[in-house]
């Protein structure tokens, strides 16, 4: 996998104060729920957060499932089981699916909830932080187990801004979290494949570059797809000529009859924004060798 170095700086105030603060709340944290991206569970996944969290029981929930492809992503599920992690695929839009963690949770509490029992104490709360790049499903999750809306949920990253615990009606209760980002993202891959994702805001790239690696990840993985949706099996070397068929199949012209490209390279975007694309997962165990 190209593993090219970039320099991107993305790292907003309030994501160095999440930190700081799950260290200072770490001794009342009985579990994590680590949230990844279905379609990139190596891109968005914290680098550093095994420094702050250090041994504590950890749910890996893998988002957006509906959305992956299924046969490529179970294979970074058994990486990650084999690291030791508790591994859950999940949509979060179904209504029923979230219980798998309720459940998983309960039964990893288990052991813990006995020995209060033992002592003729009752169960305890179960304290949960909710941790995950921007746009991985949190304020979903979150609202889900609550039962009603208490996160807002956004297509763009960075919405949550506040830490605070939420109760739930499963004797859960959940510490919200701000999307976290490392400091500085050194894979070109792994910043394209966030942008990709909407993990990473729109400015922070070049759109074109976003839009061509989503067309490079289509052309080596998915054709199929990228015939469909673009009708072409195969990219040209010259991407003016890509955006020019692209612009002319989707309507993307300017007065003059010339093809408006950054209108190509959003659309190209929103494609897997609005789920036009989907059944997609860029990383890939076979290309990378993962530590």
Request: with cysteine.
């Amino acid at each position: 996998m190209n593993e090219n170095k970039t320099n991107i700086n993305w790292y907003p105030g309030h994501m160095a104060k999440t930190k700081k603060i799950i260290k200072e709340k770490y001794d009342l944290i009985d579990i994590v729920y680590e949230l990844v991206d279905a379609r990139i569970p190596y891109s968005s996944k914290i680098v550093d957060i095994d420094q702050i969290l250090k041994n504590k029981t950890r749910i890996l929930i893998m988002t957006k499932c509906d959305l992956c492809d299924i046969k490529e992503t179970k294979k970074w599920q058994k990486y990650y089981e084999e690291k030791g992690y508790h591994v859950i695929l999940t949509n979060l839009n179904d209504n029923n699916d979230y219980k798998k963690i309720i459940e998983l949770t309960h039964n990893l509490m288990d052991k813990q909830q006995q020995k209060r029992n033992e002592k003729g104490l009752k169960n305890k709360e179960i304290r949960a932080l909710v941790v995950g790049v921007p746009n991985v499903g949190k304020s979903t999750l979150i609202n889900k187990m609550v039962g009603k809306k208490v996160a807002n949920v956004g297509n763009k990253p960075g919405v949550t801004k506040a830490l605070t615990w939420l109760k739930t009606k499963s004797n859960i209760l959940l510490l919200d979290t701000p999307g976290i980002l490392w400091s500085k993202i050194e894979s070109e891959e792994v910043a394209l494949n966030l942008a990709s994702m909407s993990s990473i805001k729109t400015e922070i790239l070049p759109i074109d570059e976003v839009a061509i690696h989503i067309l490079k990840k289509l052309e080596k993985y998915y054709p199929e797809i990228l015939n469909l949706r673009y009708g072409m099996l195969k990219l040209e070397e010259d991407y003016e000529m890509v955006y020019n068929k692209i612009g002319r199949k989707i309507g993307a012209i300017v007065s003059g009859g010339e093809v408006d490209y950054d209108k190509v390279s959003l659309a190209i975007i929103n494609d897997i924004k609005k789920e036009s694309i989907k059944n997609i997962t860029f990383d890939r165990r076979d290309d990378l060798n993962a530590d």
